[in-house]
Each structure stands twice: as C-alpha cells, then as structure tokens.
C-alpha cells in the first residue's frame, strides 16, 4: 500500500522555524512536492524535487526561505522552513509522482498525497 506521511507541524511565532518530513513507503517515486491550503483558498504549490533531489522549485512567496531536500534511502522528503510569516499559515501537504520527471507546480499532476499537517504562524 502506497503511503505518504507528513510530520512536524506545529505553531510557532512569526520568524521561527520549523522542519516538516515526508515519509514515503509502498513505492518509490520521481517527482515529490510540497503544497499548502490556507483556510478558504485552493492548494498552492510551495516546493518540489526531483528524483535524485538535486533539481529543486520553489514557490516565489517562499523562495530564499524554505528549502527542500529529500533523501532516496530513506524514502523521506523534508521541508526546512525559516522566517516564518502569518501568511504561511496553512496545512501542508507532501505529494508524489509516479512517472513523470516534470517538476509540476499542479496539484492535478500528482499521483499521491499525504494526509497534511498543520503550520500556524502567530504574529
């Protein structure tokens, strides 16, 4: 059975710092991403890796702030997130593709999906 579970979420104060993992089992995978939903909004592309995990994309909101990594002998994908604003808010979810090496910023484009975790940022 394929699974794909995020931890690390939490609450923090506005320019803290959090570390989110993705582990993967039942499969390997090409693509892994990582979106966000804040509350009334639609999912929103945050980062993905490639399968080696040397070709990353980021999100511009997050780009200088976040950063993704991904280790294939553990099946496990991290989201190191620092200076943290309000706006990033949101439940974060780690996804996966099958197939396909395009590192897609379209939640439709992935296969698998984890069941989120939450991130609140106080002001």
């Known amino acids: 059975q394929v699974q794909l579970e995020e931890s690390g979420g939490g609450l923090v104060q506005t320019g803290g710092s959090l570390r989110l993992s993705c582990a993967a089992s039942g499969r390997t995978f090409s693509v892994m991403g990582w979106f966000r939903q804040a509350p009334g909004k639609g999912r929103e592309f945050v980062a993905a890796?490639?399968?080696?995990?040397?070709?990353?994309a980021y999100a511009g909101s997050v780009k200088g702030r976040f950063t993704a990594s991904r280790d294939n002998a553990k099946n496990t994908v991290h989201l190191q997130m620092n200076s943290l604003k309000p706006e990033d808010t949101a439940v974060y979810y780690c996804?996966?593709?099958?197939?396909?090496?395009?590192?897609?910023?379209?939640?439709?484009?992935?296969?698998?999906w984890g069941q989120g975790t939450q991130v609140t940022v106080s002001s």
């Open positions: 996804a996966a593709r099958s197939q396909s090496l395009d590192m897609s910023i379209l939640p439709t484009a992935y296969d698998y």
């Open positions: 890796l490639s399968r080696g995990g040397i070709n990353t």
